[in-house]
Nanobody
Framework: QVQLVESGGGLVQAGGSLRLSCAASGRTFSRNAMAWFRQAPGKERELVAAIDWSGADTRYADSLKGRFTISRDNTKNTLYLQINTLKPEDTAVYYC??????????????WGQGTQVTVSS
């Protein structure tokens, strides 16, 4: 069974940092593009960042550039999201996703259950 399991979320004060992890099991995603999405209460899910299979190519939501860094360790089958200078508006459930392709894409086939990030002011 293919699973993506996010961890690292929690309650943090504004200005703090978090590193989210997404561990894959059931198959390797070392040749697949992956991404982080988030969904805040009452809002649509939005792309935060995406990364190709090698880690050489990344994409970020324009409004989030500079504070978010996506990375991956294919030897551990794990995806990461470093978030710095957290703001209350970053409060959301963060999901990782894996595509069926190696390159950056808008389509993702596998999804995790999400990890809650809450930023207090």
């Amino acid at each position: 069974q293919v699973q993506l399991v996010e961890s690292g979320g929690g309650l943090v004060q504004a200005g703090g940092s978090l590193r989210l992890s997404c561990a894959a099991s059931g198959r390797t995603f070392s040749r697949n593009a992956m991404a982080w999405f988030r969904q805040a209460p009452g809002k649509e899910r939005e792309l935060v960042a995406a990364i190709d299979w090698s880690g050489a190519d990344t994409r970020y939501a324009d409004s989030l550039k500079g504070r978010f860094t996506i990375s991956r360790d294919n030897t551990k089958n794990t995806l990461y999201l470093q978030i710095n200078t957290l703001k209350p508006e970053d409060t959301a459930v963060y999901y990782c996703a894996a595509s069926l392709t190696s390159w950056l894409t808008d389509e993702y086939h596998y999804w995790g259950q999400g990890t809650q990030v809450t930023v207090s002011s």
